[in-house]
């Protein structure tokens, strides 16, 4: 069992700026993979941010690229998200997450076996 907690969501305003962490339980030398979702009322979740611990290929959605960057401290088994040039459309709840590595990372939240709790990020404009 993998446990997840997330932590760094709050409210700020457009164009600014958030850090979240994700600390998880797991302490395995074996590949995996990490990603941040988020889903807000009435949407389906989505992939935001994905990757293999140990280097390789990263996952961005096409809405956040450019503007968040995902990076995992295998070290301290933490995963974070930085959020720049935030929008009132990047609201929502974010979760971290953790699944197989099978050579890739799957993007699909149905891929992911274990979740955190969330954390709130709001956006105003």
């Known amino acids: 069992q993998v446990q997840l907690v997330e932590s760094g969501g709050g409210s700020v305003q457009a164009g600014g700026s958030l850090r979240l962490s994700c600390a998880a339980s797991?302490?395995?030398?074996?590949?995996?993979?990490m990603g941040w979702f988020r889903q807000s009322p009435g949407k389906e979740r989505e992939g935001v941010a994905i990757l293999p611990t140990g280097g390789g290929a990263i996952y961005y959605g096409d809405s956040v690229k450019g503007r968040f960057t995902i990076s995992h401290d295998d070290a301290k088994n933490t995963l974070y998200l930085q959020m720049n040039s935030l929008k009132p459309e990047d609201t929502a709840m974010y979760y971290c997450?953790?699944?197989?590595?099978?050579?890739?990372?799957?993007?699909?939240?149905?891929?992911?076996?274990?979740w955190g709790q969330g954390t709130q990020v709001t956006v105003s404009s």
């Open positions: 797991r302490n395995t030398r074996s590949r995996y993979c």
């Open positions: 997450a953790s699944g197989r590595y099978v050579g890739y990372c799957a993007t699909s939240a149905t891929d992911f076996a274990y």
